[in-house]
């Protein structure tokens, strides 16, 4: 099974800082990867897919890159909204994988 | 609006079975695989079973495998997930999404259903 990394596997930030989570897969997957955000007793929501490509409807500060091995999520300017858990997924082959999350909290 | 619903979650004893459904509505179901992910309290998500958009072709999570089924009933736009000889372990909210088969992340998830096996 491809193991999926996150990193760190929790911050602090305040609003409007410029966070970036990091995701790294144990073995080539491409560009099929995905990013979540997890808010409390709720269910994940995409927020990326393809490594870079936004979802319908999700802000622009959220941008995705990387490919292969190393991926980043990177959050231009926290805002209120946005502290929550984020998770990274391959989607390359099964079984699918998610990376341990990431849990952004406010300072 | 594009919608799943899950249901059919609830207490069970360890051994037990249980059924879970999630009905969707909003886009057309039977051109698109189906997922099961699930979520221990307080833990990261796990995948754990996908079937194709025709039915055919099913995958498991090693921790599931020979035990719990998935499905897909086209005509009511319904997929399930028959889960036998349940564990502790297997207590999680378990949500249904749209995709994880042909390259595909999940785009649209329930709101989940909780499940817990207690002995």
């Known amino acids: 099974a491809i193991r999926m990394t996150q990193s760190p596997s929790s911050l602090s930030a305040s609003t409007g800082d410029r966070v970036t989570i990091t995701c790294r897969a144990s073995?080539?997957?491409?560009?099929?990867l995905a990013w979540y955000q997890q808010k409390p007793g709720k269910a994940p929501k995409l927020l990326i897919y393809a490594a870079s490509t936004l979802q319908s409807g999700v802000p622009s500060r959220f941008s995705g890159g990387g490919s292969g091995t190393d991926f980043t999520l990177t959050i231009s300017s926290l805002q209120s909204e946005d502290f929550a858990t984020y998770y990274c997924?391959?989607?390359?082959?099964?079984?699918?994988?998610f990376g341990g999350g990431t849990n952004v909290e406010i300072k | 609006e594009v919608q799943l619903l899950e249901s059919g979650g609830g207490l069970v004893q360890t051994g037990g079975s249980l059924r879970l459904s999630c009905a969707a509505s909003?886009?057309?179901?039977?051109?698109?695989?189906m997922s099961w992910v699930r979520q221990a309290p307080g833990k990261g998500l796990e995948w754990v079973s996908t079937?194709?958009?025709?039915?055919?072709?099913?995958y498991y999570a090693d921790s599931v495998k020979g035990r719990f089924t998935i499905s897909r009933d086209s005509s009511k736009n319904t997929l399930y997930l028959q889960m036998s000889t349940l564990r502790a372990e297997d207590t999680a909210v378990y949500y249904c999404?749209?995709?994880?088969?042909?390259?595909?992340?999940?785009?649209?998830w329930g709101q989940g259903t909780m499940v817990t096996v207690s002995s």
């Open positions: 073995q080539d997957v491409s560009r099929y």
């Open positions: 909003g886009f057309t179901f039977s051109n698109y695989a």
């Open positions: 079937i194709s958009y025709s039915g055919y072709n099913t």
């Open positions: 999404g749209k995709g994880g088969g042909d390259y595909s992340a999940f785009d649209i």
């Open positions: 997924q391959q989607y390359y082959s099964y079984p699918l994988t």
